[in-house]
């Protein structure tokens, strides 16, 4: 009884407190939202009498598209997908009279650039490897370290996997760099990367592997609201992220992990892959440092005609690139999705390799410069690592 | 040209892609909001030229209360505080024709239950303590420990501070303590542990100190979101969190820290606090376990009178009292605001330690059981710990 009492005397005090409480509003019993059906189909709902016109978006919808929801009973608006939606992570949002929000119902967001948007995974396939399972997770780290090259301390997001705390074994280290308008969260939050690595080393698919993700935007300490100078809002185009000085400087983030984790401190042990921005840099510092990574991820990748200035690093390429192929890497790996406004520039880069004879793995998937991809280079690239 | 050329083209694939992407909607330049202005009022604004009514609530506005917005040019609505806000951490949310919504222009949110809202800060006095700042940080890690009292592995959010990498000393350990709703994310998110740790360890104001953040729901893995099970939205009343078992399992948490972190295994190097059943669990965990917390903070916290059941944990709590007070704790600091619904309770338990002898220390605040209380309550008490 009293247990009761406190309980709701809690609760009662909380839905009262003005910041933290939609409840607060007196609105009845909250909607559930997105709802997976057991044929997989999935409705959203959301509870807005007021509204003209409510419609949802994204990528469970169809790419580009928007959908109108229909008013039921009560202002609680609705929509079902008219067919089962394939195993996947999906994101949405909806469009009340014009105005985007999120979905009240549903807590779970990730945001991509300043945008954020609600989730949701369809298990029974491809989505549990972006689920949470019961398997051994790892740990995820937020750690800063000096950067003797921009002269302040910088923030990355490193992965150990289940068991290292508990041996005192040496692993590989995958460097996983993010793309423009991204930073040290953007593998973490859009890219799934902690339950990819942790569903495909429990699967025995991918090795245990130490992850590390690092900003890759040089003029930022840290992620947006985690940088000192206040909560200044996320932005796409920062300075210095293609100039060549994050490429020249990225052995001081290898140092820092060699020396701080019990990692292999060689060729061998170290990959290297990103996406867009992220594949561009890997390209540049696996030729820059030709004898540092024995594993390369491109995916959807910037190439070496979007090299622009002076840096050593983005000079004499072709050069380099017979250095780096001199001994070859055992894994170059290049990805990207065919409608990708990257693909031309991919086939070109293709050709260079080709006609030098510098072999390479390629993969080609649907769709374009998106995180469902990125997700799915992420998953098939870390199961031809460190075997 | 050419870089340019790039950084327009992603970009403009970017905002075409259909989830991620506000500006998909086709509006013009986005708003800035907040603004902070240089008065320390606060200028809030939305885009909403289809609303009839908008407003705005949080503890920025004042408690329980909700403000009208006013339409300008081109739909935006705007609303700026009567007053200069003193120095704060502040939450929002807006109010559409009923429906509260998040500002699309700030990314920066916390979750608090089920419930999100955006937050800003007013630097300039206290807000500091709660900012980034130009200080060396500590890392955070999310760590999984197999738990033998409930038979799964479980997550805890652990803090180590800036030089705890590159040192060989031992640290004494603050074990930190959610409330109901709350998870092993709460402290950082909401209660801004990670930036009041690095700030007054800085400052000198606080030791360097590991603090630990346990999940005290010992029916969930861990937050929501990052459980298996799917993506079950958060609960604000979960069984088994007032039972003893959480307390009486205490040690095995303790046991891990001590093994996998450089500690101080003994008393006078352990503090324990939390805020409401987080300060709860404190009492009966530093009760219990009379031997083991040199500190013991209880935030807004239920009090024995609240014990239900007949854990062991919760037998003979005057016996287990005189046991802990017969070697007391250097520290058994109890906070509490003025008009919190707990605080006759804490009333009644601080005379019955006046009445037996046992000392602590007091400290009241104005307002009730709010987590603006609950930063305050751990930027004091840190201060009191390991010294």
């Not at 509003?25 to 939202?33: D, R």
């Not at 119902?105 to 989730?119: E, Y």
Request: proline residues 5%; neutral net charge.
């Amino acid at each position: 009884m009293k247990l009761k009492f406190f309980i709701l005397s809690t609760l009662s005090v909380i839905l009262a407190s003005p910041c933290f409480s939609q409840e607060a509003l007196g609105s009845s019993a909250p909607v559930l939202s997105p709802i997976i059906n057991p044929d997989k189909t999935v409705t959203f709902k959301l509870k807005a009498p007021k509204a003209v016109k409510v419609q949802i978006m994204g990528d469970c919808i169809a790419d580009g598209q928007v959908a109108d929801m229909s008013e039921g009973d009560g202002g609680v608006w609705s929509y079902t997908t008219p067919k089962s939606l394939p195993s996947e992570l999906y994101s949405y949002s909806f469009i009340v009279d014009g105005l985007k929000i999120n979905d009240p119902s549903n807590v779970f967001q990730v945001r991509d650039v300043a945008n954020l948007s609600n989730f949701f995974i369809v298990t029974g396939g491809r989505g549990d490897v972006y689920a949470v399972n019961d398997v051994p997770h790892g740990t995820l780290s937020k750690v800063w370290y000096d950067s003797p090259s921009f002269g302040f301390s910088r923030r990355m997001s490193i992965y150990t996997p289940a068991g290292y705390e508990n041996s005192k074994k040496r692993y590989p280290v995958l460097y996983l760099l993010h793309g423009m308008g991204g930073d040290e969260e953007a593998w973490i939050t859009l890219g799934r990367a902690v339950q990819i690595l942790d569903n495909l080393i429990a699967k025995g698919d991918a090795e245990p592997m130490i992850v590390v993700m690092p900003n890759g935007n040089v003029s930022q300490q840290a992620a947006p609201g985690e940088a000192s100078g206040g909560l200044a809002q996320p932005d796409f185009n920062l300075p210095k992220t293609m100039d060549g000085g994050y490429e020249a400087s990225f052995l001081e983030i290898v140092d820092y992990v060699d020396k701080h984790y019990r990692t292999i401190k060689s060729k061998r042990g170290r990959a290297i892959a990103g996406l867009s921005m992220g594949g561009f840099h890997s390209m540049n510092i696996s030729r820059y440092y030709h004898d540092k990574f024995d594993y390369v991820g491109l995916f959807s990748a910037a190439t070496t005609e979007h090299v622009r200035g002076d840096s050593p690093v983005y000079t004499d390429i072709e050069g380099l690139l017979a250095r780096q192929f001199s001994t070859p890497p055992t894994l170059y790996w290049i990805a990207i999705g065919k409608t990708d406004f990257l693909y031309d520039a991919n086939v070109r880069y293709r050709n260079l390799l080709k006609q030098k004879g510098y072999e390479y793995e390629y993969f080609e998937s649907e769709d374009g410069h998106i995180w469902r991809n990125w997700r799915v280079y992420l998953s098939e690239f870390i199961t031809k690592l460190f075997r």
